[in-house]
């Protein structure tokens, strides 16, 4: 079983950045395909980006695509989302989730979630 626990939320006015860190553990990190969801109040969860496990190859929503950059270190057991440019509707909880492919993941199917981070943009 895999754990994810995020961390680096916060409130930040509009145009401002934040970075994002997701710790995982109970697994080989490395073996995981991992990414970040985001689920606003009162609204479903939303796909933000994913990355592959060696961290080649990367893939984002179009809401995010050129603000957002989703990395990771597989030496720390950490995954990252950095996010530049926010806006008012940036704000959401923010999940880590590991899963099999970009494929699953993008969809929605993956096999763990974190219990996310709060991200907060004024206006």
């Known amino acids: 079983q895999v754990q994810l626990v995020e961390s680096g939320g916060g409130l930040v006015q509009a145009g401002g950045s934040l970075r994002l860190s997701c710790l995982a553990s109970?697994?080989?990190?490395?073996?995981?395909?991992m990414g970040w969801f985001r689920q606003a109040p009162g609204k479903e969860r939303d796909f933000v980006a994913c990355i592959t496990m060696g961290g080649g190859v990367t893939y984002y929503a179009d809401s995010v695509k050129g603000r957002f950059t989703i990395s990771r270190d597989n030496a720390k057991n950490t995954l990252y989302l950095r996010m530049n440019g926010l806006k008012p509707e940036d704000t959401a909880a923010y999940y880590c989730?590991?899963?099999?492919?970009?494929?699953?993941?993008?969809?929605?199917?993956?096999?763990?979630w974190g219990q996310g981070t709060q991200v907060t943009v004024s206006s």
């Open positions: 109970g697994r080989t990190f490395s073996t995981l395909t």
């Open positions: 989730v590991a899963g099999s492919s970009l494929q699953d993941i993008s969809a929605g199917r993956a096999h763990n």
